[in-house]
């Protein structure tokens, strides 16, 4: 065959998976034929989808109906682009292990998989020759992996801090903006669509720590999994913590943190408590100024707040769910590798050659909010003050508010404390919180939460 009837020869596409992405990666795959052969250099052929159930009525897709196939393992191995949008850990990942090995290079979605087995993958990919391209795999339809792999390739990340989770976001904002419980919040976010049936991948936090694993392996050239993240959901955010972080205005986030943490090799004698640097990688709810750019992210949408030591600070917005934002990445992906079928060669893989230790959360360093309800009688705040400087955690605000008396104890006065601290390790802050709880002058610890985006 000639170069020039190469050059004309279809590029073969199997798509496994027609839920809401995969429907509208067929659709657009089939409108915009023309435009993405234009781009790519060569047409884009589907040649089989592979779902559970092929008599299904999937108009809306464009394709075929005898294209429909429930033999996933067949089709990878005739393909030249295999797109995973199944999800979830198994049959996903021996499906795109057995479309590599038979050549094909891989687009998926899937930050479960990324996030469990992710090197395998990789290690895969680079065995094979092939490439494999996850965009969609967080925050939807934000262009973010490529630029932390490529455009970012010549920096160094310093810290990501992301809300990537959209759900959350919706509960969280409602939360705040018309003063929903929590349980009121999810039920709108169901009744929308953007949380499952089932909100406990979401609510628990178990999404954006999958999230956050894949952020700071290609931020740090580090090989991190969803294991290693340090991981709270929102299900304890009270309505007395969004109502505490509005009177420091501030609003709650949960937010992905990855992070590094310099050793004591580099600092000027400061005591992080670990020799060499270290990174940390966490989810956690969190209250941010309202000055903050991610404090003006609202509903459900997504956007992650990046710094760089030479290009300083950085912020990507968008949508972060849903079937055509997610398949604007997926196809971006599918054009880009593509591409390197058309020319030859394929694109850069994952770099894991920093390998920097993954710092347990106590080492991390952070800043608490901690409210607490106290006896109003001489020497508490004395008291109060004294468990923070034991355990070597610096004040940085105190405000303090009378309470109308507890009927229970009729005549003692109650007042509320707040205290923000500076930053210090969330070991020390933590122990702090758990010698305020055992005073006798501490009523209740109200409400703690950590404080970001300073
Ligand atoms: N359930 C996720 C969210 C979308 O609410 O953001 C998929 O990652």
């Given at each position: 065959m000639s170069e020039t009837d190469k050059q004309a020869q279809p590029l073969r596409v199997a798509l496994l998976g027609c839920g809401v992405v995969g429907t509208s990666v067929a659709r657009l795959l089939t409108e915009h034929a023309g435009d993405l052969a234009a781009r790519v250099g060569r047409p884009l052929q589907i040649v089989g989808v592979a779902v559970r159930r092929p008599d299904k009525n999937r108009s809306e897709t464009g394709v075929?109906?005898?294209?429909?196939?429930?033999?996933a393992e067949e089709l990878v191995t005739r393909a030249d682009v295999v797109i995973e949008v199944i999800g979830g850990i198994e049959p996903a990942r021996s499906l795109i292990l057995r479309a590599m090995k038979h050549g094909a290079s891989v687009v998926t979605a899937n930050k479960a998989l990324l996030a469990e087995d992710g090197p395998r993958l990789y290690e895969a990919a680079q065995d094979c020759d092939v490439d494999l391209y996850y965009e969609g795999a967080v925050a939807g339809a934000i262009p973010l992996l490529r630029p932390l792999r490529e455009s970012l390739a010549g920096d160094d990340v310093r810290r990501i801090l992301g809300i990537v989770n959209g759900t959350t976001n919706y509960v969280l904002d409602k939360m705040d903006t018309?003063?929903?419980s929590f349980g009121d919040a999810v039920d709108q976010a169901q009744a929308l669509g953007y949380a499952e049936a089932d909100p406990t991948a979401d609510v628990e936090g178990f999404d954006a720590a999958a999230k956050a694993a894949i952020l700071a392996s290609l931020a740090f050239h580090t090989r991190v999994s969803a294991r290693d993240v340090y991981r709270e959901g929102i299900t304890e955010v009270s309505a007395a913590d969004i109502s505490a972080a509005r009177e420091m205005d501030c609003v709650v986030k949960l937010l992905a943190i990855c992070e590094l943490i310099p050793g004591n090799g580099s600092t000027d004698g400061n005591d992080t408590g670990h020799p060499g640097d270290g990174i940390s990688v966490r989810v956690h709810p969190a209250m941010i100024p309202r000055s903050h750019p991610l404090a003006g992210v609202r509903e459900a949408f997504n956007a992650v707040f990046v710094e760089a030591e030479s290009a300083g600070q950085l912020m990507f917005y968008g949508r972060g769910a849903g079937g055509d934002p997610t398949a604007s990445a997926v196809l971006g992906d599918v054009v880009a590798v593509a591409r390197h079928r058309v020319v030859g060669g394929r694109g850069p893989g994952e770099s894991t050659y920093a390998e920097l230790p993954i710092l347990p959360m106590g080492l991390a360093m952070t800043r608490y909010h901690i409210r607490l309800d106290v006896a109003d009688r001489p020497g508490v705040l004395a008291q109060v003050a004294l468990a923070f400087a034991e355990h070597n955690v610096s004040i940085e605000t105190v405000r303090q508010q009378l309470l109308s008396p507890d009927p229970q104890t009729p005549g003692e006065g109650r007042a509320s404390l707040v205290v923000v601290t500076h930053t210090a390790s969330d070991a020390a802050l933590s122990a702090t919180v758990e010698a305020l709880a055992h005073l006798s002058t501490v009523r209740a610890v109200t409400s703690v939460m950590r404080v970001e985006g300073e």
């Open positions: 075929d109906p005898a294209l429909f196939t429930v033999d018309t003063g929903a």
